[in-house]
């Protein structure tokens, strides 16, 4: 029996969506057979190594954010040669960076917003774009602290003093519309989704809260656009060197008609897998339930790579 350890939980921003991923995760392994160990990662690192002994035959990865999803844990895996799910050392940095993620895409000649990186500080001042525009931490995920500045919205410089996420941040232009997503399992984008939040924004409560948003899969868009959102969702997770599964953000700008204007926010490399996650109900679209899954996830592990 192969032997799985599931490291979930983690001391991110993000802990509680990683301990319900977690939990899902240890059920549907065990449903398809696998020697289960749950390891709920806490903020000592020698805990977590020492619970890995007797070493398994591979770890899932379910943490989420910082330390869990930017190459941290993936290094001391690579090190302890076990192999995990999920993306490597490089291509997690790489995505969860988010600055650095848009200038692989540039260079890829995928679509990205106009913006760049900005001092924090200097957002107390001036507005560094044509309003509305998006304020992002450069690291985090889950839109954890990401702000919308609107036209009458003076909130910028309250926004700036209460930031919390480092001296830098990113910019963007906000793209109205809707907001699009595409797994990609391995070296094929699966279907696009779109989701529909409760609120005006599509933030961490629409995400995950129940009720906070309707997904809507395959989406109901031109099939032009659907199938463009699949080549670049596809051609990102290559860019940055991914493997196993990713979800591709989108918004996507149908206000003057379709096809409209599609843009790449971010790659995930550690897609979330609670009750109210996108790629778990794609992969379900394809005739994968969430055991299989699993499987899959466990079966392309590998490390050093």
Not at 48 to 61: E, G, K, Q, S, W
Not at 173 to 200: M, S
Not at 292 to 304: I, P, Q
Request: charged share 20%; with cysteine.
């Amino acid at each position: 029996m192969t032997r799985v350890a599931v490291l979930y939980g983690g001391i991110s921003a993000e802990r509680d969506v990683s301990l319900s991923s977690g939990r899902q995760v240890i059920a549907a392994l065990q449903t398809a057979g696998f020697g289960v160990t749950p390891i709920e990662v806490g903020p000592d690192l020698r805990t977590t190594i020492a619970a890995l002994h007797p070493r398994p035959d591979v770890v899932f990865n379910a943490l989420h954010g910082r330390f869990g999803e930017d190459g941290a844990i993936q290094g001391v895996l690579d090190w302890l040669d076990i192999p995990y799910t999920h993306s490597g050392v490089r291509a997690s940095a790489l995505a969860m960076d988010k600055a650095a993620a848009r200038a692989i895409f540039t260079a890829a000649g995928l679509p990205v917003a106009p913006g760049g990186v900005v001092e924090v500080a200097s957002l107390i001042d001036a507005d560094p774009l044509p309003l509305p525009y998006v304020i992002k931490p450069l690291n985090e995920g889950s839109s954890v602290g990401v702000e919308i500045i609107r036209a009458g919205d003076n909130r910028r410089a309250a926004v700036a003093s209460g930031w919390r996420f480092g001296a830098q941040a990113i910019v963007e232009e906000f793209i109205p519309g809707r907001e699009l997503t595409v797994a990609v399992l391995h070296d094929r984008a699966r279907a696009v989704t779109d989701i529909i939040a409760t609120q005006a924004f599509y933030d961490y409560e629409s995400k995950y809260a129940d009720g906070g948003s309707r997904h809507v899969v395959p989406a109901a868009i031109h099939p032009d656009a659907a199938a463009e959102a699949m080549r670049v969702a596809l051609a990102a997770h290559r860019a940055l060197g991914c493997r196993g599964a990713t979800r591709a953000d989108f918004r996507y700008d149908d206000t003057h008609g379709e096809p409209g204007r599609l843009v790449l926010l971010e790659v995930n490399t550690q897609p979330g897998l609670t009750p109210t996650s996108l790629l778990p109900e794609q992969a379900a679209l394809l005739g994968m339930d969430f055991p299989a899954l699993c499987r899959w996830m466990v079966e392309h592990a590998a490390c050093r790579v």
